[in-house]
């Protein structure tokens, strides 16, 4: 367990809505990631983080905005949730610190549905 | 366009008996390899992984099993287990920081 929440774990939204999902974890690890899961394509990487306001875009980092002003803290932001938004998202953490290179650990994942 | 593949969505094999999952990938910059598995309702847990300087890697009932020249790896599981019935994805990286996963394979052990 590395310690990994995420919040909340179910939402409901309606299209053209501002949503902010949070990603929180307890063991200051320094890279962090958001994932989408849908039908048909597996994993995607929205965004990433490697430090406190150190961010990066993903495959499908359309549409989405994140932030880290601490450590413990990744938030992911639809800033206009769209049908297309309707997923199960993901928050992970590598706990080595060198990336991608060694395993990311997974939250339990956040289910947005926009109407 | 999806540069990791799991061609079959589901698998059924029974207990006792050895699971193969099968992955297939299009990038030949990618030189690390992981297996995660899924449940219902949960995060996806790592599993084993494989750097791409070897061909098979070991750990327990699992072996992931490495071809780069074909561009296929594969994750035999022995003996299967019921409580290896999820949803096992494969996933590469170039190193980018960048996890590329597969659509992923529902496996079923029948008790």
């Known amino acids: 367990d590395a310690g990994i929440t995420q919040s909340p774990r179910h939402k409901v939204t309606e299209t053209g809505t501002p949503v902010t999902l949070r990603c929180h974890q307890t063991?200051?690890?320094?890279?962090m990631y958001w994932y989408r899961q849908d039908p048909g394509h597996g994993l995607r990487l929205i965004h990433y983080?490697?430090?406190?306001?150190?961010?990066d875009k993903g495959e499908v980092s359309d549409g989405y905005s994140v932030s880290r002003s601490k450590t413990e803290d990744f938030l992911l932001t639809l800033e206009s949730a769209t049908s297309s938004q309707t997923s199960v998202y993901f928050c992970?953490?590598?706990?080595?610190?060198?990336?991608?290179?060694?395993?990311?650990?997974f939250g339990p994942g956040t289910r947005l549905t926009v109407l | 366009d999806q540069q990791v593949k799991q061609n079959s969505p589901s698998l059924s094999v029974q207990e006792g008996r050895i699971s193969i999952l099968n992955c297939d990938y299009t990038?030949?910059?990618?030189?690390?390899f992981l297996w995660y598995k899924k449940y219902p309702a949960e995060g996806p847990t790592f599993l084993i992984s494989i750097s791409s300087i070897k061909d098979k890697n070991e750990d327990g009932r699992f072996t992931v099993f490495l071809n780069k020249s074909a561009k296929h790896l594969s994750l035999h599981i022995v003996p299967s287990q019921p409580g290896d019935s999820a949803v096992y994805f494969c996933a590469a990286s170039t190193g980018a920081n960048n996890l590329f996963f597969g659509t992923g394979t529902r496996l079923t052990v029948i008790p």
């Open positions: 992970a953490i590598s706990i080595s610190g060198t990336g991608v290179y060694n395993e990311q650990f």
């Open positions: 063991e200051n690890h320094r890279y």
């Open positions: 990038n030949s910059m990618f030189d690390y």
């Open positions: 983080s490697y430090g406190v306001k150190d961010t």
